[in-house]
């Protein structure tokens, strides 16, 4: 069962010519398949979030300590 806001939308594409029935999903794909993208990256990093923060607090502990060199941009 789709909600009244997917009723209306297929109604309005409905209405337009079959070319632009196809530019309206071809649109609606991609902005789908983003969507999904963010979900993905969104998951990713509530997973990894804790592990971030961890090396970060590890970081600056270290720079703290005087334990790190700065970075030589021309070795990597």
């Known amino acids: 069962m789709s909600s009244p806001a997917i009723t209306t939308i297929v109604k309005m594409?409905?209405?337009?010519?079959?070319?632009?029935q196809e530019k309206v999903a071809d649109h609606i794909r991609e902005y789908i398949a983003d969507l999904e993208d963010e979900q993905r990256w969104d998951a990713s990093f509530k997973r990894t979030q804790e592990n971030l923060v961890a090396a970060a607090r590890k970081a600056k502990q270290e720079i703290a300590a005087g334990q790190s060199v700065p970075m030589n941009y021309e070795q990597l």
Request: proline content about 12%; cysteine-free.
């Open 13 to 20: 594409v409905e209405s337009l010519p079959d070319d632009l």
